[in-house]
Each structure stands twice: as structure tokens, then as C-alpha cells.
């Protein structure tokens, strides 16, 4: 797991100058990351932003994915792990009760 320092212009930049996905959820949901490395860290968010074009996105080869997270603002810093982005996403909004069909 890699960590960097998020200001809120990082954040703008994102969203304004780069494609990227942004969840909003309605009330804060439980997130478990780290889990299968053995350094798991839990909490609760309530937004996510993932970058999907610019230095942050996913790698060309999908190993690396990066997702800002926090709840009422972006945290400090990211989560960046190794991973699938689609199969990821599909999981966490599985089990947080959504659909993509």
C-alpha cells in the first residue's frame, strides 16, 4: 500500500481536468481495506474518487488501482494497492448493497 498527501486542489484538479469516478453515497458505509496483506483498516466512508485517466489512474496493465476516500471530505491520503479495478468495484458495491445491472 502506497500513501500520499492529498490536498483539496489534488482533488479539484481530479475531478475538473481528468476523467475519473466519483460515489457519493446518501449515508456513510463500512469499508475494510488491507485485509488479505494483513494490515487491514476499517472505518466509514461516505465518498469515493477514482481516477480513470492522469498519473493516479489504474496502470496500463490494471496492476495498481488508486481510490481517494473519507467521510464530509477526501482523507489525507489515498488507497493505492495492487488489484483489478472492475472486479473491485463490482465487489464493494456488492456488498454494500448495489447493483450495476
Same mark, same amino acid.
Given at each position: 500500500?502506497?500513501? +500520499? #498527501?492529498? @490536498?483539496?486542489?489534488?482533488?479539484? %484538479?481530479?475531478?475538473?481536468?481528468?476523467?475519473? =469516478?466519483?460515489?457519493? @453515497? #446518501?449515508?456513510? *458505509? #463500512? @469499508? +475494510? =481495506?488491507?485485509?488479505?496483506?494483513?494490515? !487491514?483498516?476499517? &472505518?466509514?466512508?461516505?465518498?469515493?474518487? =477514482?481516477?480513470?485517466?492522469? +498519473?493516479? !489512474?489504474?496502470?496500463?496493465? &490494471?496492476?495498481?488501482?488508486?481510490? @481517494?476516500?473519507?467521510?464530509?471530505?477526501? &482523507?489525507?491520503?489515498?488507497?493505492? %494497492?495492487?488489484?483489478?479495478? *472492475?472486479?473491485?468495484?463490482?465487489?464493494?458495491?456488492?456488498?454494500?448493497?448495489?447493483?450495476?445491472?
Amino acid at each position: 500500500m502506497l500513501k +500520499e #498527501a492529498v @490536498f483539496p486542489e489534488t482533488i479539484e %484538479n481530479i475531478k475538473s481536468e481528468e476523467l475519473s =469516478i466519483e460515489l457519493v @453515497f #446518501a449515508t456513510p *458505509q #463500512a @469499508f +475494510e =481495506i488491507g485485509k488479505s496483506k494483513g494490515s !487491514a483498516r476499517s &472505518g466509514r466512508l461516505d465518498r469515493m474518487l =477514482i481516477p480513470l485517466s492522469g +498519473e493516479r !489512474a489504474e496502470t496500463a496493465t &490494471g496492476k495498481y488501482v488508486t481510490v @481517494f476516500y473519507g467521510t464530509g471530505r477526501y &482523507g489525507p491520503g489515498p488507497y493505492t %494497492n495492487e488489484g483489478q479495478l *472492475q472486479k473491485r468495484l463490482r465487489r464493494l458495491l456488492k456488498d454494500m448493497g448495489y447493483s450495476l445491472y
